[in-house]
């Protein structure tokens, strides 16, 4: 069997860090990919200077005043097909996908969560997992990277996990930075594991 570069597609709206530890990854060798787009709902987002600068296809695609989420979807998804990607990332990509893009990418598109399999789905789960704490609720939190085959927020079949245990005399800074060093690695030697993988046979190169 001929080994092939994985093609990545990465979905940000904000600083991309995580879309810097995957380019990081893809420069070391550790992950045997390639990033051939990345994608922002937003024209500010820090991560598409990151790719810009890294020589990455960048393309802003912001939502049309009034647009139906399923028509936006359709045409997000019409933009990442051309890339022809083994695995779509969403990585701090901040807006709910419809069936109308992941019909169109099954079994291909992984996000990124702040915490822990079933917990805290939506926005702001570390700072909710750090009122939990302090609130004597909990003593750990964590990351996971799941698959994404339906509109269940933040839910699917785990791919993988790292638990983040929350020290009660640190700061929600402390604890946001330990989260956001557990997702690099997770979502890296994640990805580095699915792109060793055999690839779903669907995919079109342009
Ligand atoms: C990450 O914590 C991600 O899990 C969440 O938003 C943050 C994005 O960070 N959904 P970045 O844009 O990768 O720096």
Known sequence: MIAVTARLVVLVSGSG???QAIIDGC???ELDAEVVGVVSNRLDAYGLVRADGAGIPIEPITPLGGEERQTYDTRLATVVERFAPDWIVLAGWMRLL???????FP????????????ELPGTRAIERAWAEAEAGERTESGVMVHLVPDEGVDD???LGVATVPIDPHGTLDEFAAAVHR?????????LAELCSEPRPESRSRP
Request: charged share 15%; net charge negative; aromatic share 2%.
């Open 17 to 19: 860090s995580n879309l």
């Open 27 to 29: 420069a070391s060798g």
């Open 98 to 104: 419809s069936m109308a893009f992941l019909e169109r």
């Open 107 to 118: 079994e291909r598109v992984v996000n990124l969560h702040p915490a822990l399999p079933g």
């Open 156 to 158: 699917g079949p785990v």
């Open 182 to 190: 557990a997702e690099h690695q997770l979502l890296v030697e994640t």
